[in-house]
């Protein structure tokens, strides 16, 4: 079973717009991290932004906030007014217990934004 | 600047041959990662590194692959007999307590 599920292979929004990216997670764990990284065209991972299973308020970072909804196990990545820079490939990923320790990531099949003009 | 830098950023190889891919953490780190992300998929976890063994791997990492920490500072992939289906986009990623994964540049791997 898929662990992280991406539903939007792909998605356009408007420069300075907002958009948001689905994620959804599935673990019996009640300790995990969620993560949100940005792969450009010339291949490498950025990251973005973390969120803790325990963490009281959504994670923000700049432009990037998380729509943490634990019960709907959703880790949703919102951009806020878009830049053409933007357009990319974002993985959500998981990150289950031990979470400050060495797990691997798992990832989402990924989305890829395109920035319109 | 980037905490990881990875070496070769781009590796043609032929089939059969063996590659060695490498990466160097800029400070300390305990914890190493090597993913592979085929092309237009999805990232895949290969192998974590603690304390200079293998600390877990997937079922992808057979024995074709190996992994190592020669001088203690290099961390290095090294896959033998290489086939087509190696051929992907291989990052390393450096961890630390309570502290996201961040990855390399990563290293194409062309395999003809």
């Known amino acids: 079973a898929q662990k992280i599920t991406q539903t939007q292979p792909g998605m356009f929004v408007q420069e300075k717009e907002a958009v948001t990216l689905d994620c959804t997670y599935d673990?019996?764990?009640?300790?995990?991290?969620l993560f949100w990284y940005k792969q450009p065209s010339s291949g490498e991972m950025i990251f973005l932004i973390y969120?803790?299973?325990?963490?009281?308020q959504n994670a923000t970072e700049g432009r990037y906030s998380l729509n943490f909804q634990k019960a709907r196990k959703s880790a949703n990545l919102v951009i806020s007014a878009s830049q053409l820079g933007d357009s990319a490939m974002y993985f959500c990923?998981?990150?289950?217990?031990?979470?400050?320790?060495?797990?691997?990531?798992?990832f989402g099949k990924g989305t890829r934004l395109s920035v319109i003009a | 600047e980037p905490e990881v830098t990875q070496t070769p950023s781009h590796q043609v190889t032929q089939m059969g041959q063996e590659v060695i891919l490498r990466c160097v953490p800029i400070?300390?780190?305990?914890?190493f990662y090597w993913y592979r992300q085929i092309l237009g998929q999805k990232v895949e976890f290969l192998v974590s590194?603690?304390?200079?063994?293998?600390?877990?791997k997937s079922e992808i990492f057979d024995d074709q692959f190996s992994v190592e920490r020669p001088d203690g500072s290099n961390f290095t992939l090294k896959i033998r007999s290489t086939k087509l289906e190696d051929s992907a986009m291989y990052f390393c990623?450096?961890?630390?307590?309570?502290?996201?994964?961040?990855f390399g540049d990563g290293t194409r791997l062309s395999i003809l």
């Open positions: 990923a998981m990150r289950e217990p031990p979470v400050s320790g060495n797990t691997p990531l798992v």
């Open positions: 673990t019996s764990d009640p300790s995990y991290g």
């Open positions: 969120q803790g299973s325990y963490d009281q």
């Open positions: 400070s300390n780190h305990l914890y």
């Open positions: 590194f603690y304390n200079n063994e293998i600390s877990e």
């Open positions: 990623a450096l961890g630390q307590l309570n502290q996201p994964q961040h």
